[in-house]
């Protein structure tokens, strides 16, 4: 969701200013209310700026199979407005006192934020009260922000070019786990759906013992963990919350396809299953993809796009997640070049790391801009309680935020060709091949599967 409000030139600097050097020590308390929310406050008074955050651990793999799309559903639905909030006031209230909001949905969790001036703190704290307690679904919301979904999936999805790659993949590597389908999910079962289901996915998941409290910035602990007793107290705990509990079953088998798209130039995704987020495993695999694609600098730029000027672009990233990901590499074919060409030398540069150890040199490097970016997450009031939110959530250790440096920098070389060796091979993965769809009517393409 993309909900992008004006804010006054000095609160965005301040809101948004990075300071590199060294991770400092990130303070902050946390605690329980009786009704179950998780309460995580960080103390910042260098700038008059607070971030306030509701995580709630409900994302497309909460969904029901049949009724896909509804936790990004909720995300548009909740700015609809509550018992006190009119219709279209929500954004409003937030303007008028020179802050910003916005919120966005994964397949694990929702997340809802505003930046405000710190005197303005009360306002977030009543607005998430509103929305865990009294938000409005009724029909007038529902039939709005169906059609506002409906546009978006137009504009970020179908009509921009290799963005169905996301669905197209993990439909092909994901046969039981609900991690099959996105969190922009069908607009049939958003039609489909009733009034009587959308109350009930709201009363099930935006519960206070399914949130995350996260407030960072200009604040006083005391005064404000007495506003927070008055906002959220008395919200009523809900039921326990269902969690998937189903497995993939291991890939023995490389799964290839075709896809024609409205594109110019053919392009090459590749998807290896690896270990969920937080695992020994995944620190190395992220690591890896600085090696591989951290910048113009890494291996498969310099290789394929400077060197061999087989690709216009590459890239590698893990696609963590709670339960076991993805790690996905990616190349746009540069003119004239076939595009299995330009699959054989991504693969080749997979192999070079899984037969050759890296050089301390290239390590170090990797290590230098690890340590920069962990740097950089926690450089704003927003960062830090996001993050906060998220290793409390998805670790039960929100001091992670100081610690989880740590982890990387126990990975080592070995590490690197250990874990390419382990999960990036033929049989672990999903390759497509992104065709333009004039090539679709080409004799050679006779026996290639349509699949959009």
């Known amino acids: 969701m993309l909900k992008k409000q004006s804010l006054t030139i000095w609160l965005l600097l301040i809101a948004f200013t990075v300071s590199f050097g060294q991770a400092r020590k990130i303070e902050f308390t946390e605690y329980d209310l009786p009704n179950g929310l998780h309460v995580i406050l960080h103390k910042d008074n260098t700038t008059p700026i607070v971030t306030v955050s509701v995580l709630y651990h409900v994302g497309s793999k909460n969904e029901d199979p049949k009724r896909t799309g509804f936790a990004h559903f909720f995300e ?101 786990h609900p991690y099959q389908w996105t969190p922009i999910g069908s607009l049939d079962h958003l039609n489909a759906a009733s009034l009587d289901e959308f109350i009930a996915f709201y009363k099930t998941f935006y519960v206070p013992n399914n949130a995350t409290l996260s407030i960072a910035g200009d604040i006083d602990l005391e005064q404000t963990k007495l506003m927070v007793a008055k906002y959220f107290k008395d919200i009523p705990r809900g039921k326990e919350v269902p969690r998937p509990t189903i497995k993939e079953p291991q890939q023995t088998a490389e799964v290839r396809d075709v896809i024609f798209d409205n594109i110019q130039l053919p392009a090459v995704f590749q998807a290896y299953h690896i270990p969920a987020q937080g695992t020994p495993d995944s620190y190395a695999l992220d690591m890896l993809s600085t090696l591989l694609s951290g910048g113009q600098s890494s291996r498969m730029y310099k290789a394929l796009v400077d060197d061999q000027k087989k690709a216009l672009q590459v890239a590698s990233f893990p696609f963590s997640l709670e339960d076991p990901g993805l790690y996905i590499t990616l190349g746009l074919v540069n003119m004239g070049v076939d595009v299995a060409d330009l699959e054989k030398a991504m693969d080749a540069e997979i192999e070079k790391v899984q037969k050759e150890l890296i050089s301390e040199k290239e390590f170090q490097k990797i290590r230098n801009q690890v340590e920069s970016n962990f740097v950089q997450q926690n450089a704003t009031t927003f960062g830090i309680a996001e993050q906060l939110a998220n290793y409390h959530v998805y670790f039960k250790d929100a001091n992670l935020i100081n610690t989880e440096l740590e982890r990387y920098m126990k990975v080592t070389r070995e590490d690197l060709q250990r874990v390419a060796k382990k999960y990036l091979t033929k049989e672990n993965r999903v390759v497509l091949h992104y065709l333009p769809k004039s090539a679709q009517s080409k004799p050679d393409n006779t026996q290639i599967k349509k699949d959009n």
């Open 76 to 176: 548009h639905l909740l700015f609809e407005g509550s018992e006190n909030i009119k219709r279209g006031e929500f954004d409003k209230y937030l303007q008028k006192a020179g802050a910003t909001n916005n919120a966005n949905t994964s397949n694990d969790r929702t997340f809802y934020y505003e930046v405000l001036p710190s005197n303005q703190l009360e306002l977030g704290l009543w607005m998430e009260s509103e929305r865990m307690l009294h938000a409005k679904i009724e029909t007038v919301g529902v039939e709005t922000q169906r059609e506002v979904v409906k546009e978006e999936k137009r504009q970020r999805i179908d009509n921009q070019p290799y963005m169905s790659f996301q669905g197209e993949i993990f439909k092909r590597a994901y046969k039981e």
